[in-house]
């Protein structure tokens, strides 16, 4: 199964600070090119888990003693971990969004660049798929969709228009959809329109902001004191959950004041913002997206 060189591997892990006896985690799979970093710094004695719920992720798995992946969504971390016997861990990493290889493969219905079914799912378990968000959500939740995770001024007239184009007739492709919505599609900002618009189906199909929040909050339980969160996100909806969280352990509001009147957090962060630098985005277009952010729990 063909996957891209990972972004920004060798800033990911060295942000973890990898003991060669510790435990970790790669919550984001994918093609493994985190993971085998992680192993290639762990000692004999050390374990690394991965994760995936992408099917086609799972051909990759590691021949490694050292390594089990768990064909889970991330949003399982702690409960999965318990069952393989783990409480806490030195280092967790996840380089979130779609990977390359989905946005590779047509059928997946990830890419603005092929015609395909509306599914966008990032696991085939998941029942719910663009095809249904298209066709069945009404009108105030695909508003909503268009503008929570599109961040599109149109969302209301986008909703308007598939309501009264699927009244008609279902739509069933990408092809079929982005004729309908042509008129918001001005050549000079036709890719950039198409990408929200796909941004805002695919994180509503997997409840990517959802699953987020609950990875963070239990990475925060599993990790140990000391232990160190690395995480790449490639949109400001992402970054800003990821950013809140490790500067004050919440995703809205601020933290406590303890009796000295000095707030309480749970993280210190390491380094600032690590974007990738030309050569990377360079040799991987969807590098130039991405922001590392690294924190170790207190």
Excluded: C
């Amino acid at each position: 199964m063909e996957y891209h060189n990972p972004v920004l591997l060798k800033e990911t892990v060295d942000g973890l600070n990898i003991k060669p006896d510790g435990v970790y985690v790669d919550v984001t799979f994918g093609g493994g090119g985190h993971s085998k970093e992680i192993l290639r710094r762990l000692g004999p004695n050390g374990k690394l888990f991965g994760f995936d719920q992408d099917e086609d992720a799972w051909a990759n798995a590691l021949p490694d003693d050292r390594f089990t992946l768990i064909q889970e969504n991330f949003r399982y971390i702690k409960r999965f971990l318990r069952f393989h016997g783990i409480k806490q861990v030195d280092g967790i990493l996840a380089d979130l969004g779609v990977s390359s290889h989905q946005f590779d493969v047509p059928e997946r219905g990830f890419s603005t660049r092929f015609d395909a079914d509306l599914d966008m799912r990032m696991s085939k378990k998941n029942e719910l798929d663009a095809y249904k968000v298209i066709n069945e959500y009404d009108e105030t939740n695909l508003r909503r969709v268009f503008l929570d995770y599109g961040e599109l001024k149109v969302a209301p007239a986008l909703a308007r228009t598939i309501i009264e184009a699927r009244e008609k007739k279902d739509i069933n492709t990408t092809d079929e959809l982005k004729l309908i919505l042509a008129k918001f599609l001005p050549e000079q900002f036709k890719n950039k329109i198409l990408a929200q618009i796909y941004q805002a189906i695919r994180i509503e199909v997997n409840q990517e902001m959802d699953v987020l929040k609950e990875f963070l909050e239990q990475s925060l339980e599993i990790l140990k004191p000391g232990g160190r969160l690395s995480v790449i996100s490639y949109h400001s909806l992402e970054d800003r959950l990821v950013k809140r969280f490790m500067k004050n352990g919440l995703f809205e509001g601020e933290p406590e004041r303890d009796f000295f009147g000095n707030f309480s957090v749970p993280f210190k962060l390491v380094g600032k913002l690590i974007v990738p630098d030309e050569a990377e985005i360079k040799l991987n277009n969807r590098a130039r997206s991405a922001k590392l952010r690294i924190a170790e729990k207190i």
